[in-house]
T-cell receptor, first 110, second 118 residues
Framework: QKEVEQNSGPLSVPEGAIASLNCTYS??????FFWYRQYSGKSPELIMF????GDKEDGRFTAQLNKASQYVSLLIRDSQPSDSATYLC??????????FGKGNQVVVIP | GAVVSQHPSWVICKSGTSVKIECRSL??????MFWYRQFPKQSLMLMAT?????????EQGVEKDKFLINHASLTLSTLTVTSAHPEDSSFYIC??????????????FGSGTRLTVV
């Protein structure tokens, strides 16, 4: 089992809609969770981080963490064409290393 | 805050030569930096953890004699790809975290280096 899994394929959403991304992780001792956005040919940039169970909102982005079920999700409200990118889920399992999922491509259709 | 500068942004080199990539934390000190490699349409794969003043820790399957890492100061880590071959062509990205442990910064990435070996 991979450390971090993002299984859904490319996600196409109309402009203004909500994009929902999910991520599961295998290490129950994981402590912190991150969502990064990566544009093609660029390096990842931090979108959200979350450490505690529940929801965390920042502008149009909401991260949700459920440690019991070992999943973390990202919601993008009022999706914009500029949100079109690959979103990477990353997990810090306590040894200072980040494990990344393979990413989910999001395409926002104007 | 938490800016990481990486140079060069792209490099083309001949097979058999060596290439050095620099990663600098501009406004914070980083005792630990991370080097990743990303092939097209794949996720980031951690290559090694660079530790200031000590040897780097390499991930399984990464040749330490081929990918030389030097972390001589709290703000600079370098990755040297020695005797580069076409299969080393990839996107190399460094990452660092503020040593103060301010959780809000997470892990900041450099802009990446596109290496093409011909």
């Amino acid at each position: 089992q991979k450390e971090v899994e993002q299984n859904s394929g490319p996600l196409s959403v109309p402009e203004g809609a909500i994009a929902s991304l999910n991520c599961t992780y295998s290490d129950r001792g994981s402590q912190s969770f991150f969502w990064y956005r990566q544009y093609s040919g660029k390096s990842p940039e931090l979108i959200m981080f979350i450490y505690s169970n529940g929801d965390k909102e920042d502008g149009r982005f909401t991260a949700q963490l459920n440690k019991a079920s070992q999943y973390v999700s990202l919601l993008i409200r009022d999706s914009q064409p500029s949100d079109s990118a690959t979103y990477l889920c990353a997990v810090n399992n306590g040894n200072n290393r980040l494990a990344f999922g393979k990413g989910n491509q999001v395409v926002v259709i104007p | 805050g938490a800016v990481v500068s990486q140079h060069p942004s792209w490099v083309i080199c001949k097979s058999g030569t060596s290439v050095k990539i620099e990663c600098r934390s501009l406004d914070f000190q980083a005792t630990t930096m991370f080097w990743y490699r990303q092939f097209p349409k794949q996720s980031l794969m951690l290559m090694a953890t660079s530790n200031e003043g000590s040897k780097a820790t390499y991930e399984q399957g990464v040749e330490k004699d081929k990918f030389l890492i030097n972390h001589a100061s709290l703000t600079l880590s370098t990755l040297t790809v020695t005797s580069a071959h076409p299969e080393d062509s990839s996107f190399y990205i460094c990452s660092a975290r503020d040593v103060s442990g301010r959780m809000s910064y997470g892990y900041t990435f450099g802009s990446g280096t596109r290496l093409t070996v011909v």
